[in-house]
């Protein structure tokens, strides 16, 4: 059964961090002895080696993908008076850093198979009197599957309003061979401890071509500074840890190897969940490369499937209960975002990380075949 399982003895970050313990303690003491301790050659090293990983131009190491979020949009001139579309089934972080940046978040509809942002309903939005004002769009590819890019980008372009990417769950996925991440004008990446790519804390990122842009945030992360205690423009203090960056670069030497090992995994969940009378399997689109970040299936019954498997001591989640456009902070709106009010009632994620077994999948779906006969 699963306690008697190691894979199950520990959940994703510490089992990240054990499998890279030695590598982690060299990294951190070698940090340490330095006397640097933020944005030092950590932070430059991992921004030139993750720049590397995605073939975008620029990385900006952060405090977080909340600040990645609020950055990139203040970098862009993007704040107080303007608003910024967001889908409506997404974590409240996006909004939150929407808001951050003085912009006003306005929600827009997913697509069913995807949960990612829908081009009609961006359309739709941006026709209507809430789409005045917006100057662009977070295009969230949630849970590692790509958004529909050509299709937002047809829509944007149409309305003149700029996309923006949030990587926060999607490190490593591809659209159409290309690495998510150098799509957008610019992009926002989390490393929480339970993403692909994870920290020991908080850490973020913003990836962009545009030199200029990256130059911007460079000095908005840092009270507006190029030059040491001069302020050339409004700034914050979101500066990302030596410490951090030094295990990002440990952890990045593994992040192929891990998405391919999620993928390996989700396939299996895809055999034996295909025929389940029970739940819906998650679709990808032709073209597209999942990261994995969840493995998220749709169920009719989902309470009574999640008291059922936490009876089971299976560690499934519901991300995301409550859908945007219905949180009391961003307006409590009681418009109908049909696909996002509907995902909000029915998905579960699945374990699924890089160093649990094929066997702990077994367990998990054998857990729902119980259900299934209940
Ligand atoms: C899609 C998405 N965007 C933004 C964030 C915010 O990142 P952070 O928690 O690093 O602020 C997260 C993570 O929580 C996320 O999943």
Known sequence: MLSASPS????????????????????????CDSGSYILGVEVAAFEREYAAFLGAAEVVGVASGTDAIELMLRALEIGAGSRVVVPAFAPSAVAAGVTRSGAEPVFADIERDTFTLCPASLDALLRSPRGYGVKAAVVVHLYGHPADWAGLQRVADEHGIVLLEDCAQAHGARWH??????????????????????????????????????????????YGWRQRHVSECAGVNSRMDELQAAVLRVKLGALRANIEQRRKLAAQYDARLGGSRVVTAPRVRKGCEHAYHQYVVRAERRDALMKHLQQEQIPAAVHYPLPLHRQPAFGGSQDSLLESERAAEMVISLPLHPYMSEDAVETVCEAMERFGHA
């Not at 929480?192 to 994870?198: Q, S």
């Open 177 to 222: 061979g290309r690495m998510v991440g150098t799509l957008g004008r610019a992009v926002a990446f989390s490393f929480y401890p339970t993403k692909n790519l994870a920290a020991l804390g908080d850490a973020g990122a913003v990836a962009t071509n545009d030199a200029v842009l990256a130059e911007r945030l460079r000095m908005i992360r840092q």
């Open 8 to 31: 199950w003895s520990l959940l994703y970050p510490q089992a990240d961090q054990r499998a890279h313990s030695a590598e982690l303690a060299d990294a951190m003491q070698r940090v």
